[in-house]
């Protein structure tokens, strides 16, 4: 396995329940590990107190102002960063479009878009500065092609793997990789409880999109920009 020791990673939604997972995978292979959430008490709970290679940051990411200044100082503690792992987003289904309520709509775009949006726009340009880089997403594949009653997720996530690909011919020449996973449905707990007929092991499980985030952020994928890996388990 790749060793990631000196590398400063950001993890995204580091409290939902695959950020814990990449977080605990990259700090097991020795990175550096910028944590970010809404809460810090959450955070705290998940992963422990700050440390000397391990920093917490409660943020909201879709505040732009916010978002600079958390990660500036991310790398004034820890250096870097070198890798950021987007994952944090958001999920409604249910309507049609034409009955999505504008609150829906409005929230998936900050949750899934302007989240990411604002994270890069901090964070590449010490990656430009210091010609080297990763850029991992968390799209769906239901971002694909357009879902019933999903419209508006769908919409947002395909935004992700678009602006993913856009990141990648714009960043190449700085060997800077920008990749896109997408997930089927994850087996989580709150998955689980939403659908209690169905059959999690079907689903694909945490540790093996962490398994394709690791590689992602690894030197090993130097050659691959702008992917959009579907990732489904037996679904």
Known sequence: MTDFSGRTVIVTGAAGNLGQVVARRFAALGARLALIGHSAEKLAAI??????????????????????????????????????????????????VHETPEAAWRGLIDLNVATLINTVHAAVPTMIEGRSGKIVTVAAGAARQGQAAMGAYSAAKSAVIRLTEAMALELRGNSINAN??????????????????ADPARWVKPNEIADLVVFLASPQSAAIHGAAIPIVGLS
Do not use: Q, W, Y
């Open 47 to 96: 992963h422990g107190e700050d440390g000397p290679d391990k920093m917490l940051v409660a943020v909201d990411l879709v505040d732009r102002t916010a978002s600079t200044r958390a990660i500036a100082g991310i790398g004034e503690r820890l250096g870097g960063p070198h890798i950021v792992c987007a994952i944090a987003g958001g999920f409604h289904m249910g309507e049609p």
């Open 180 to 197: 896109c996973i997408l997930p089927s449905i994850i087996d989580t707990p709150e998955n689980r409880a939403a659908m209690p007929k």
